[in-house]
């Protein structure tokens, strides 16, 4: 498995019955991320007893309340819960002044930190990096200063072919140079080319997140080839200048940017409480992109 | 009936799987009031359908976040829906203090007013008064200034018996001082007395809101003869020594209170996550009270 995504809410700004506030839980090379924090995203992480021992960066598209006000009830239970590893968040520098007061005044005496990273919505930046991936901002296109989030592993190092040591007796200290694509000479003097010695590493996943924004096709090229993407699909066609007017896209502008970008896999969410039948989001996705999939609150999509 | 409540969390501190934070929606009296409104208040307030025309009054019984975490979230909604009646708080004074800069911030052009009423917590007071109920502020036992209210319907008039009117031909001009209790003199100068031309109205209900405290006998006098007591019930006997430490109360002592108090009912919420079996609760309220209700999300409960 490559990465795990369980959605817990992919609702638009108005709640509905079916749909919580924006928030994902996302699982890649050993970590989780979390992606925006709607009110009752911690109810919600509760309700399926989603582990977050491995939870530490919080990344935060924007903000508007429908992406953030969990924020502050997820940091107390952690500090009741007396978590001790500290927490980023990854956000517009407003954040952090709105936030600190309330962590101030209802979490007293918290055994860990907050840290906030200030981001600049406007930039497509590297914003994250690790030992195994990178966190890239993509500015979107929307009433306050948003970005999406592209998540990327990092290439590894070719595989070595462990009949191939046997062979040439290749000795250790020898090895990383070949898995960094270097060939190999023998005690005798032959060059033995590193394709008979390693293959490729799989391909590094990458997943984007883009919400909340109006039809934005420049951001294509940012994301080209991504195995996974999630894009906001708020308004059906029938909304289609609602869409405009609030900078949202409809199901089918989001279809055209998963094809324009070739993605592996669309998911869809940021429904709107306009729209009573889901599936017509489904349906005019399909028209434009075939491998999508009409995102559910409280449900976990993996991806090998 | 005489009264309303939907219980939309009763919940404690931590969330759970079956519980959110506290929050109950109270209607008499033709009115809606708002009773604590912590994460996910609104989100199940949807998912109930509960209506909110008649809902201007909301009273915050104390700062931790499990009881108001979730109001910047409904005022935000509010301010879409493009709400028009104003909307009162009543809290503790540090409320207006972190929420205003939060207001200012996500609800930019709002078509409503937020007007914060603030309150002592440590005071017995009237703190909302109209023509037919008041609220008084009940001051409890726990770690940071609370305070439990009571609802209290209003005494009505005596209500005139209509043959008694044609009777002794009474004219309209008379009728208020003999709904106040007055008698009523004919025209022929004979005395007809008041209990001869009206009859009692019926006794004015009250509900008291007893959450979060500690085992407070104190509060009995001003509660006596509550026809509904909801009081929190954190704990069980086997955490009486939390239930002491944190300022809560188990299930027993609730019990003993609304016995004291001679209450015609007590709710019991405010579970902490801890007990798993939720009826052990009313096992053991009901060893000191008869009439106990073990309180469940999304639950209303109708007095009549």
Redesign the interface.
Known sequence: MKAKLTILGCGS?????QN?PSGQLLEMCDKQFLIDCG??T??TM??L?CKTARLYNIFISH???DHC??L??LL??WG??NRTQDVHIYAHS?LER?LS??IA??CQGMSYQVIFHAIDPKKHAVIYEDRTLTVTSLPLRHSVPTCGFLFEEKRKERHIIKEAIDTYQIPLAAIPDIKAGGDFITSDGRVVHNAELTVEAKEPFRYAYCSDTGYKPAIVPWIQGVDVLYHESTYTDEHKDAAERFQHSTARQAAKIAKKANAGQLLIGHFSARVIDQHIFLKEAKEEFDNVTLCRDKTTYTFS
């Open positions: 700004a108005m709640p509905t019955m919580n009110e009752g911690q109810n509760r309700q007893a903000l508007h309340g006000f969990g502050i009830g107390s239970t009741m819960m407003d709105l007061p309330l005044y209802h």
